[in-house]
């Protein structure tokens, strides 16, 4: 096998595979590597996510997310479509529980139809009943074009089409890159399986883009933190509880979701995620540590900073985290005939955060150049639901 290709990306996670796909298409003729450390495609965040395609209705006007949450959704189940993956545009209601959260659901509402998105409406309580017997709200928001789809499905056909259009193109996996070492008209990047060549290389690396971006000596002002997510999901005698996705209006200091409820596409009921800070970036179980990861973490100002600002909101979940009783009790705010005999523990997920120096949460995508590669240093959710669109902003910076 040739270690020169004319485009390297690093990371098989859906926005990297989206990218090589993208590029694919734009020069069919060109070679593209896709270096994966893992064994398998969607390990980590693709594949631990809710699996919602979001409507970009909670993002703020003009940002990224709000821009490639829309293009990218509209691309993506055109794909689907296309590629016969199974998803479904099933629709969700964000519902409010108290009064004091009724701004909170305006600003949400005012921020959908200021970002275009189509549809949505409010819920009186009768109206919220009708779509969810079993949830509780003083009123709504009706949005029907959230869906649900298996992302590492949509993964796996990136990397088909890419190399159905390219036989040159590969996805090398198991392979982990140890080196970067950028030149003037060439990138090496010296992996566990011998050094590959490009002259451009694109980094989509979620939980490790710091340190990739390290290796490529770029210098950040900000921190990977991860936040571990537990999910529990509904027992089959009480799935029936549920219809299709259900929303609590969020904390806007925070740029998670909160615990909701969430239609699987292939069967069953999640409930969750929490978020709690974690010890290890890619430690899925509640008691993962790892000494590099803790240590970096907690020896980064802006960690500290950021549970200055927000202590009293971390031990609550991690309370949470460690309480079947307060997680179904978070959940009982809109369903209160949930019991904790109706859920079981389920899977978890650790979300890559960067976090600047003062410890604020970046909230938005960020991209950067460096000697002609392509770091994206943040992706956060709705990342997959934007990967498309996320994919056509890098290609435009490869091009530039």
């Given amino acids: 096998m040739s270690n020169k290709a004319d485009f390297i990306v ?3 996670g859906i926005v990297g595979l989206a990218t090589a796909y993208k590029l694919q298409l734009k020069f069919p003729n060109k070679s593209i590597f896709i270096l994966e450390k893992e064994s398998e495609i969607g390990l980590h965040q693709t594949g631990r996510n809710s699996g919602v395609m979001h409507s970009g209705i909670y ?3 003009g940002s990224y997310k709000a821009k ?10 055109k794909f ?3 590629n016969n993956i199974k998803h479904d545009v099933c629709g969700k209601v964000i519902v409010a529980a108290s009064k004091a959260e009724l701004p909170v659901l305006e600003d949400i509402y005012n921020r959908g139809i200021q970002n275009g998105t189509e549809g949505i409406c409010y819920l009186t309580s009768d109206e919220i009943k009708q779509k969810e017997p079993f949830i509780e709200g003083i009123k709504g928001i009706w949005v029907p074009t959230a869906g649900i789809i298996d992302y590492v499905a949509v993964s796996k056909a990136f990397v088909k089409v890419i190399t159905t259009i390219n036989p040159q193109s590969k996805l090398i996996k198991s392979c982990e890159v140890i080196d970067v070492i950028a030149e003037i008209d060439s990138t090496t990047l010296k992996t566990n399986q011998g050094n590959f060549i490009s002259e451009k290389v694109i980094f989509c690396t979620g939980l490790q883009s710091d340190r ?9 002002d900000l921190h990977i933190v991860g936040f571990r997510g537990d999910y529990f999901e509904l027992k089959p005698e009480a799935e029936h509880k549920i219809n299709n996705l259900i929303y609590p209006v969020p904390d806007p200091k925070f740029p998670f979701l909160g615990v909701h409820f969430t239609r699987m596409i292939h069967g069953g009921i999640e409930c969750g995620p929490n978020a709690v800070f974690t010890f290890k970036r890619e430690g899925y179980k509640r008691t993962s540590f790892n000494f590099r990861d803790t ?3 907690l020896t980064f100002k802006g960690t500290w900073k950021l549970f200055g600002k927000h202590w009293r909101k971390g031990i609550d979940e991690y309370k949470r985290a460690f309480s079947k ?8 705010r809109m369903m209160p005939t949930i019991t904790e005999n109706d859920v079981r523990s389920a899977r978890a997920g650790v979300r890559a955060q960067a976090i600047d120096f003062e410890g604020n949460m970046i909230d938005d995508f960020k991209i950067m150049k460096h000697k002609g590669n392509i770091h994206v240093l943040n992706a956060p959710s709705p990342a997959a639901t934007s990967c498309l ?5 890098i290609v435009s910076v490869v091009l530039n």
């Fill in 59 to 61: 993002y703020k006007p």
């Fill in 325 to 332: 009783r307060l997680f179904v009790r978070a959940l009982q």
């Fill in 212 to 220: 990739i971006a390290a290796k490529d000596q770029l210098k950040l």
């Fill in 10 to 12: 690093v990371g098989a």
């Fill in 389 to 393: 669109a996320i994919a056509d902003e």
């Fill in 295 to 297: 240590f970096e973490a």
């Fill in 68 to 77: 490639n949450c829309k293009v990218g959704s509209a691309q993506l189940i």
């Fill in 80 to 82: 689907a479509i296309e």
